[in-house]
């Protein structure tokens, strides 16, 4: 395993840990630039003994294929809206954390994807826990209007230096 991918799993370790401990210590996401992510988000558990969290997880993206945490979003409205930077690479790390009040049992499953938002565009993102299936669907709509286009999720592995020509938007 190289150095950039220890360091990957690492921050991803890092950050999937401060999840499950329900977020004591991890940096908030400064959400500040224009906000261009439109995340609905939905958990059913069905019991009222299971409890599933979803947040996302903003990692800045360099050429050399680095992450640099930049912050957590709670996902924890049914709908919130987020400021990724247009053009530029972004590591989307969603998280769904699930705690059980009589076992004192815990799990944690992360969706992550190589992420991009390109100028002209907004995004709509759908969050969602039914039923033990974790989904997350991610939509680039034109803002002159349209039916827009389904984002495929990009695994990191794909990135390795120099990759900006290699990948596509």
């Given at each position: 395993?190289?150095?950039g991918?220890k360091?990957?799993?690492?921050?991803?370790?890092?950050?999937t840990?401060?999840?499950?401990?329900?977020?004591s210590?991890?940096?908030?996401?400064?959400?500040?630039?224009?906000?261009?992510?439109?995340?609905?988000?939905?958990?059913?558990t069905?019991?009222?003994?299971?409890?599933?969290?979803?947040?996302?997880?903003?990692?800045?993206?360099?050429?050399?294929?680095?992450?640099?945490?930049?912050g957590?979003?709670?996902?924890?409205?049914?709908?919130v809206?987020?400021?990724?930077?247009?053009d530029?690479?972004?590591?989307?790390v969603?998280n769904?954390?699930?705690?059980?009040?009589?076992?004192?049992?815990?799990s944690?499953?992360?969706?992550e994807?190589?992420?991009?938002?390109?100028?002209g565009?907004?995004?709509?993102?759908?969050?969602?826990?039914?039923?033990?299936?974790?989904?997350?669907?991610?939509?680039?709509?034109?803002?002159?209007?349209?039916?827009?286009?389904?984002?495929?999720?990009?695994d990191?592995?794909?990135?390795?230096?120099?990759?900006?020509?290699?990948?596509?938007?």
């Amino acid at each position: 395993m190289g150095a950039g991918a220890k360091v990957r799993g690492a921050l991803l370790a890092a950050l999937t840990a401060g999840l499950t401990a329900g977020c004591s210590g991890v940096k908030t996401y400064p959400n500040t630039p224009e906000k261009n992510l439109q995340i609905r988000s939905e958990t059913v558990t069905g019991s009222a003994l299971f409890r599933v969290k979803a947040a996302l997880g903003v990692h800045r993206l360099d050429e050399s294929c680095q992450l640099e945490f930049e912050g957590l979003v709670e996902l924890d409205q049914p709908s919130v809206a987020v400021g990724i930077p247009v053009d530029r690479w972004s590591y989307l790390v969603f998280n769904f954390s699930g705690s059980s009040f009589l076992g004192g049992s815990s799990s944690s499953i992360n969706r992550e994807t190589m992420f991009r938002p390109r100028t002209g565009y907004r995004y709509d993102i759908a969050v969602s826990y039914k039923q033990d299936i974790y989904q997350v669907a991610i939509r680039e709509i034109p803002l002159r209007g349209g039916a827009g286009r389904e984002i495929q999720f990009r695994d990191i592995r794909v990135c390795r230096p120099p990759w900006r020509n290699t990948v596509q938007r």
